[in-house]
């Protein structure tokens, strides 16, 4: 009786340090994880900063491209208006001449 005691005495610390190494592997398991999560964070919210920063400097180009195109039109524009107003100058001016050669032959 007292060896069969002994044995389940032995058994029973035996069960207690494998719970106790079970314990300290899954809270081994449990750090590890955690810092593989934050370095998967850490990870994803620099490739997600990379990604802002690189639409944002795509935006800006594209805006650029935009108000270079859109500066080109309205310097068109202004060329074409310039002509007009030169043209009707100059029709002006030769009315003008008229009037004062219609004064001067009066």
């Known amino acids: ?4 005691l002994k044995a389940i005495k032995e058994k029973h610390l035996e069960a207690k340090r494998i719970i106790d190494e079970a314990n300290a ?7 590890e994880a955690a810092q593989q999560g934050l370095r ?17 400097i795509d935006e800006k180009r594209k805006m ?5 195109r859109e500066l080109g039109k309205l ?8 002509k007009e107003v030169e043209l009707k100058a100059s029709k002006n001016f030769d009315k003008a001449v008229d009037a004062v050669f219609e004064m001067v032959l009066q």
């Open 75 to 82: 310097l068109c524009e202004a060329e074409e208006q310039a």
């Open 64 to 68: 650029a491209e935009e108000a270079e």
């Open 25 to 31: 592997e899954a809270d081994k398991i449990i750090q």
């Open 40 to 56: 998967e964070y850490e990870i994803a919210y620099k490739t997600t900063i990379a990604q802002a920063e690189q639409k944002a």
């Open 1 to 4: 009786m007292l060896e069969a």
